[in-house]
């Protein structure tokens, strides 16, 4: 029979041996790693003698099946992983603080093409959609809606519902400039958008966002998850907060106090700043261009005069009338 203390000398080591497993250390045999707070991404490990401990990064990431832990994640730094493991890894190996965002692809529409006129939009489980299918006619028959915008028909509206993800509702048939519009001497600031609302208009913050992530820098020096995350920030705080560039703030250091002109934006190659034209998203959220064009978003106008080297501004938020969208 072994003496005590070699006994307990033994199963320490066993122990050991097995910490990478979810083993709870009994009572009478304190655990080096209780109470210890490792760095980003690092894993705790009591050493061979279990009289203290490392803290190391994950040598491997073992698949669990179906559990959660093995799912397929977006981490803060807007990155995909195959599961919790290889986000604490690259947390580790970075010396970063990465945390989990989401379950699924950072923006599950990247890469989905839909056909015209449908939008790519996020289902309740976060899975890519192409949805908004109506095919409306080319008849005139305008009329107002609740946002205080014309529309060419009650079916045009109704898309522009879909696709926006707002609810709008007919306020008058007819053009809005041919009738009391409430909105017409309203001047909503800093990204809120006029609402009529009980026979008067009102100025309110557009509906939360979905849930992606596309890093964007503010003029805040704050990263939003996305551009409309930080509209909805600069209209929920009440302040202007424009986009600088596209990433996280502090990303970009080669690109710091350097602009570029017509809409391009700054990206780092080869250890230098270069302007390039910007990456748009299938985001859905018009603005009218000074060149009477409506683009689906900021960005697809800032696309737009990159390309062709002009100055486009945007005149106001949501579509021109009777235009064509880019």
């Known amino acids: 029979m072994l003496e005590p203390p070699l006994a307990s000398s033994l199963l320490l080591s ?37 009289r203290s401990y490392t803290c190391e990064c994950p ?3 073992p698949s669990y099946g179906e559990h959660e832990g093995s799912r397929p994640l977006c981490a803060s730094d807007a990155r995909d992983y195959p599961a919790h493991c290889e986000m604490r890894r690259a947390a580790c190996e ?7 965002k989401y379950y699924g692809k950072c923006d599950p529409c990247a890469g989905v093409t839909c056909p015209d006129p449908e939008v790519c939009q996020l289902d309740e489980n976060r899975a890519p959609s192409c949805r908004c299918a109506e095919s409306c006619p080319l008849e005139f028959s305008p009329v107002c809606a609740s946002d205080g915008k014309t529309y060419s028909n009650e079916c045009q509206m109704n898309r522009e519902s879909c696709r926006a993800r707002k609810p709008l509702r007919i306020i008058f048939k007819g053009q809005c400039s041919s009738g009391v519009n409430p909105c017409a001497e309203v001047e909503c600031r800093h990204g ?8 008067g208009a009102v100025c309110a913050c557009a509906a939360p966002c979905e ?4 890093p964007v820098c503010g003029s805040d020096s704050l990263t939003h998850d996305s551009e409309c995350e930080l509209r909805r920030a600069a209209c929920l705080l009440g302040r202007e907060i424009q986009v600088l560039h596209a ?4 990303s970009n250091g080669v690109c710091a106090g350097r602009v570029c002109p017509h809409g391009g934006e700054c990206v780092s190659t080869g250890g230098r700043g270069v ?16 060149d009477g064009i409506s683009y689906g978003n900021r960005c697809k106008l800032q696309l737009e ?17 009777e235009s064509l969208y880019k």
């Not at 009478?28 to 009591?46: H, I, K, L, S, Y």
């Not at 970075?94 to 989990?100: K, L, Q, V």
């Not at 849930?211 to 596309?214: A, D, G, N, S």
């Not at 302007?275 to 000074?290: H, K, L, Q």
């Open 14 to 50: 066993a122990l050991v041996a097995f910490v990478g497993g979810c083993y709870l250390f009994p009572s009478d045999v304190p655990n080096p790693c209780a109470g210890v707070t490792c760095g980003f991404g690092e894993q705790c490990r009591p050493t061979a003698d279990g």
């Open 305 to 321: 005069a990159c390309r062709h080297r002009r100055a486009v501004a945007v005149l106001y938020e949501g579509p021109c009338s």
């Open 192 to 199: 809120s958008e006029c609402r009529v609302e009980g026979g």
């Open 275 to 290: 302007c390039r034209c910007p990456r748009c998203s299938n985001e859905f959220a018009p603005v009218c261009g000074s």
């Open 247 to 250: 990433g996280a703030c502090g």
């Open 59 to 61: 040598a491997s990431c």
């Open 211 to 214: 849930p992606v992530l596309r």
């Open 94 to 100: 970075t010396h970063s603080n990465i945390t989990f």
